[in-house]
């Protein structure tokens, strides 16, 4: 048992593995490798044949700790980058660059486990929220959905990109107008595995990405004269994709819970 409990442990080491999922494939690497093989290449091929490639594709790399900081980064995302290009290649689709991501270096786990690229072919599967700017407000009923569209999350992060200010700035005007409205601010991430309830926020390294996002929206509405009594927040991880680009998919919404 010993003896067969090590060949396992030496296998995973040296060579490289590949892990399929229902929209999913992981791709394990040997140290210091970013280039598919022969066989890795069968498997994708496989995998992506079985799996009717949607127009979401995520790609993102990663390497295990040993190295330095700044080679674990480059080393992920040269997988991430390898991985994308066949995919591109072989099956004539197109990858956001924002969607090919070296997620750097993992801390724990076995270092064999850690060196990876993880692809995710995510398919919508949520309705498309009504535009709060395009909205009828006299036609809105408890448990209607808000799209704030024109809200823009850097990847892997909490904060909205500059452009989005104004964007912001009307919604919230909006919010003030119609105070008989109470609601849930609803975050969202792109990118997470099945298994994962959340995307990790890469300023902490907690996985609590969507309730961030979510929190600096409802900060923000307080700050601006939002009665924090008609407001609740919460994260939805990466559970609803809209489909189409992953910036769409880094977002938040907002759901009508009571009307005064």
């Known amino acids: 048992m010993k ?6 442990i030496l296998l995973l080491t040296f060579n490289s ?5 229902q929209n999913e494939l992981t791709i394990y690497f040997e140290t210091d490798v970013y280039e598919l093989n022969k066989a890795q290449k069968k498997e994708i091929d ?15 790399g990663f390497a295990d700790h040993t190295g330095s900081d700044h080679y674990n980064q480059l080393l992920a995302k040269k997988r991430a980058e390898a991985v994308a ?68 999350f850097e990847g892997g992060r909490r904060y909205l990109l500059p452009k989005s200010k104004p964007a912001l700035d009307s919604i919230t005007k909006i919010l ?18 099945p298994t994962e309830k959340d995307g990790v926020d890469h300023d902490t390294g907690i996985r609590n990405l969507s309730v961030m996002r ?15 009594n008609r407001m609740t927040y919460k994260g ?8 189409g680009s992953f910036e769409k998919n ?6 009508i819970t009571k009307i005064d």
């Not at 496989?46 to 993102?60: F, G």
């Open 214 to 228: 979510a929190l600096q929206i409802y900060k923000y509405f307080i700050e601006k004269g939002i009665d924090k």
């Open 85 to 152: 290009q066949y995919l591109q290649q072989a099956f004539k689709i197109k990858i956001s660059a924002d969607s090919i991501i070296g997620e750097g270096e993992i801390l724990k786990g076995a270092l064999a486990e850690n060196r990876k690229v993880i692809i995710s072919n995510i398919k919508a599967q949520q309705k498309q929220a009504q535009n709060i700017k395009k909205v009828d407000f006299t036609k809105i009923k408890v448990g209607d959905k808000l799209q704030l569209s024109e809200l823009i």
């Open 250 to 255: 880094r977002r938040v919404e907002i759901e």
């Open 3 to 8: 003896l067969l409990a090590s060949l396992s």
């Open 17 to 21: 593995f590949i892990v399929q999922a």
């Open 236 to 243: 939805m991880g990466g559970s609803f994709p809209l489909g």
């Open 176 to 193: 003030l107008k119609h105070k008989n409205y109470h609601f849930e601010i609803q975050g969202h991430v792109c990118c997470t595995k």
């Open 46 to 60: 496989n995998w992506a044949n079985q799996n009717k490639l949607s127009e979401n594709i995520s790609v993102r």
